[in-house]
């Protein structure tokens, strides 16, 4: 079966510009996760959601960054006004269980790298 | 609040040589432990976890990494490199706070193997 898939793979923005993030989870799972990894860094938790609830976006950086999951399947991760320090690769990473059973395994998209020139 | 500290950056070993990447940790709440490798240009693969059963946790690709509570560390070994292990490890631990499984990461270790 298909894994964890994002779009674009690569995305150069311009200083200033809006950006939209594409997640698509495996299918059928309900709890879906965003990090962050600046170069030479690990990933750093953004926002966490179970099914269409986002019920943690205490690792947006700003309020440029904007996520949203409606149907509860596909994430949308949108930057707004985008600044140099957001160059980054930002993961995707979807589990099939809700978020209390934390030994279950996150399955983590290739990721998108966003670059602001 | 938890936090992962991994003892550095870069690690090089010969092909067939014993790999150990270091791993502490920091956690106010008995720790989920995990251990991450990514290849260039692709996401996380999981190799292992430690979810408080053994403390000899053994994962994919002949990793295996034991949990010391005395010395809040989960370090991952493997006996014999090989080419193919080249790649960036991450070491995490789950904030079990919310409920959910949020990771913290460390900073990561890149591994390489010459021959």
């Known amino acids: 079966g298909a894994g964890v898939s994002q779009s674009p793979r690569y995305k150069v923005a311009k200083r200033g510009q809006d950006v939209a993030l594409r997640c698509d989870p495996i299918?059928?799972?309900?709890?879906l996760f965003w990090y962050q990894q600046a170069l030479g860094q690990g990933p750093e938790f953004l926002t966490y959601f179970q099914n269409e609830a986002q019920l943690d976006k205490s690792g947006l950086p700003s309020d440029r960054f904007f996520a949203e999951r409606p149907e509860g399947s596909v994430s949308t991760l949108k930057i707004q006004r985008t600044q140099q320090e957001d160059s980054a690769v930002y993961l995707c990473a979807s589990s099939s269980v809700f978020g209390g059973a934390s030994t279950h395994e996150q399955y983590f998209g290739p990721g998108t790298r966003l670059t602001v020139t | 609040a938890q936090s992962v500290t991994q003892l550095g950056s870069h690690v090089s070993v010969s092909e067939g040589a014993l790999v150990l990447l270091r791993c502490n940790y920091s956690?106010?709440?008995?720790?989920?432990l995990f251990w991450y490798v990514q290849y260039p240009n692709q996401g996380l693969q999981l190799l292992l976890k430690?979810?408080?059963?053994?403390?000899l946790v053994k994962g994919i690709n002949g990793f295996e990494a034991e949990f010391k509570k005395s010395e809040t560390s989960f370090h991952l070994t493997k006996p014999s490199a090989h080419m193919s292990d080249a790649a960036e490890y991450f070491c995490?631990?789950?904030?079990?706070?919310?409920?959910?499984?949020?990771?913290?990461f460390g900073a990561g270790t890149r591994l390489a193997v010459h021959p």
């Open positions: 299918s059928g799972h309900v709890s």
């Open positions: 956690s106010s709440v008995p720790p989920y």
């Open positions: 430690y979810t408080s059963a053994a403390t």
């Open positions: 995490a631990v789950s904030d079990r706070v919310g409920g959910y499984n949020k990771l913290i």
